[in-house]
């Protein structure tokens, strides 16, 4: 029997008093993986996932979780999916320790509260009320308390924000771990090297829908196969470059490079990149009597293909 | 972790274990709060007290000595600031905390919260009568025999109805405006709303408006089962007319998100 897939959302529309958040999204998630949602703020991630969650009722399409409405089967899908909000969703006057115990209740068969908070670094503020604790530390007992009941799926929204970086490879452990136990997650971050790291499926989101997916490998390799950066001076004469470039090397006609500030005198240069393009740039760079001070070329990473779909300014 | 899970559905804890873990983990958030156990216990004792031990109020006992007159009101005051007061201001926090969100997706679910809330508030209500109904003893109260349990009638009503409102302010309202606002509600009610000076003994047009507001029918109905074993029927119709209304706009308009 080949078990439904962890979530999958088809068409899915969300309004909240008329304006549209979700617009028509589809989205699926394989059972046993991890998927990654990634967007800007705004986009419709948090929304989406509480639709899966069954905080929130669809305005249109539909949403199965496990293979079961979120709505209709919600008695049969809480003790199966596991939750971590992202404001965290934590009483204020408990203790760790306390609250694990209490959520541990509402279950029939939930993990040892013990060792998952010794896992977790728990342990060490456990006398400390939820108020008292630093951020990082209300990310690590949320978690506890989304995986407590011995999830098939669990959802987490923004799991390591605001955590220091050795709690976030805490949890990146710990998540890895789920996941070979066969324990679907569906995350969202705003961390590239998260889902780059984690995700078997990332997912772009913005204005409501879906604008790419696939594996970390093929959306950073899809179209550009490679990007330069180099570091130099803030004033250069980005056309200027982008033509000695053109003209530098032999690449298919119709391709252009796409120079671009980083800010700070970084640039990076995205489009076919050959020995000519490298010899070109420092040829145009000893024309113009710019000192590069730092070069290198590598794949795409996920942060460019993001940056690339869902635009650069600030909203 | 550690000790891999056998591949089986998770399945819930019975909904009676939920919900009775959830009762006893809110009796003990209020209880171990120390502004809630300010307004729920030791406010209306100071009142108790106050109210028996000196003459600052004058008022007409109608025979009734000051402690059997005053100790019903006083009681009805603690059930209003547990059921009310302090519920509200601590469903508002939880709401804007994401407390609620978080349990509603667990196996208590949201119907499962509801409950483990209203038998929270009971429980408080217990200790609460215990220990004011311990020092009014003490202070010589001695109510009507045949009046306990018409009194936890009266009690359930008064609660319904205060329980209510506190969802409705906090399932509508921002958390800090629930604060200022459930405060300022408990100290005009409890001075001016009939409760603890029954709505005879106010000024003016009090003296009718009080009767129809739940402070004062708790106030009467306590009153009337602590001094004279009977419920008051127009005053537990209208508490059963703010209990239908509140909850009305409580299911209406209350905001989980």
């Known amino acids: 029997m080949s078990s439904p ?7 899915l529309v969300k309004r909240y008093s008329g304006r549209t958040v979700v617009a028509g999204l589809d989205l699926t998630a394989p059972a046993g993986q991890v998927t990654a949602v990634l967007g800007p703020n705004g986009a419709g991630k948090t929304t989406t996932i509480e639709c899966c969650e069954g905080l929130r009722v669809p305005d249109g399409g539909t949403v199965r979780v496990l293979g079961l409405d979120p709505q209709r089967d919600a008695g049969a899908l809480r003790p199966r999916v596991g939750v971590m909000l992202q404001d965290g ?6 203790r760790p320790l306390e609250m694990l115990r209490h959520l541990a209740s509402m279950y029939a068969t939930p993990l040892d509260v013990g060792p998952l908070a010794e896992r977790l670094g728990i342990t060490s503020f456990a006398r400390t009320t939820v108020r008292r604790l630093s951020g990082g530390q209300r990310q690590r007992l949320a978690l506890a308390a989304a995986i407590i009941g011995r999830p098939e799926l669990v959802f987490l929204d923004e799991p390591s924000a605001g955590m220091d970086p050795q709690s976030r490879h805490a949890v990146w452990d710990l998540i890895r771990e789920l996941r070979s136990e066969g324990v679907s997650i569906v995350l969202t971050t705003h961390l590239m090297d998260e889902a780059e790291d984690l995700a078997d499926a990332v997912v772009i989101v913005d204005g409501g829908t879906v604008i790419a997916r696939g594996s970390v490998r093929e959306l950073t390799s899809s179209v550009d196969d490679a990007t330069l950066r180099f570091s130099a001076g803030p004033d250069l ?46 040829g145009w760079c000893a024309v113009h009597d710019i000192l590069v001070n730092r070069l290198s070329i590598g794949r795409r990473t996920l942060e460019d293909v993001f940056l690339d779909l869902t635009g650069r300014s600030l909203r | 972790m550690t000790a891999a899970p056998p591949p089986v559905v998770q399945t819930s804890a019975p909904a009676l274990r939920r ?41 007409g006992t109608a025979g009734a000595t000051r402690i059997d007159f005053f100790a019903p009101g ?11 007061t302090s519920q509200a201001i601590a469903t508002a926090f939880d709401r804007r905390n994401g ?7 667990t196996p208590l679910g949201r119907g499962g919260l ?4 209203v038998l929270g508030v009971l429980a408080v209500e217990v200790v609460q009568v215990v220990v004011i109904g311990a020092v009014a003893l003490g202070l010589g109260w001695h109510p009507v025999a045949t009046g306990a349990a ?18 409705l302010l906090a399932g509508t309202l921002r958390a800090e405006g629930v604060l200022a606002l459930a405060n300022l509600v408990l100290v005009l009610l409890a001075v001016a709303g009939g409760i603890v000076v029954p709505a005879s003994r106010l000024p003016g047009a009090l003296a009718h408006l009080a009767l129809l507001l739940p402070s004062g029918a708790l106030g009467e109905c306590l009153r009337g089962a602590l001094m004279h074993g009977t419920l008051p029927i127009a005053s537990v119709i209208v508490l059963v007319a703010w209990t239908a209304a509140f909850a009305w706009g409580a299911g209406r308009l209350f905001r989980w998100l």
């Open chain 2, 114 to 117: 509801l409950a483990g809330k």
């Open chain 2, 150 to 167: 018409v009194a936890v009638v009266g009690i359930l009503l008064g609660t319904a109805a205060f329980t209510a409102l506190a969802l």
């Open chain 1, 89 to 94: 969703g934590l009483p204020t006057s408990v």
């Open chain 2, 99 to 105: 407390v609620l969100r978080l349990l509603a997706t």
């Open chain 2, 74 to 84: 006083v009681i009805a005051l603690a059930v209003m600031s547990t059921s009310f």
């Open chain 1, 237 to 282: 004469d980005t056309a200027s470059l982008a033509d000695a470039l053109a003209a530098g090397g032999p690449h298919d006609p119709g391709t252009e490079h796409r120079i671009q500030h980083e800010g700070d005198g970084d640039f990076t240069v995205s489009g076919p990149i050959s020995p000519a393009t490298v010899a070109a740039l420092a």
């Open chain 1, 5 to 11: 897939p962890a979530v999958e959302i088809s068409a």
């Open chain 2, 19 to 59: 919900v009775l873990a959830q009762a006893g983990f809110e009796t003990k958030m209020i209880l171990r709060n120390g502004e809630q156990l300010l307004i729920t216990l030791i406010l209306p004792v100071f009142v108790l007290v106050g109210l028996t031990r000196s003459s600052v109020i004058e008022i």
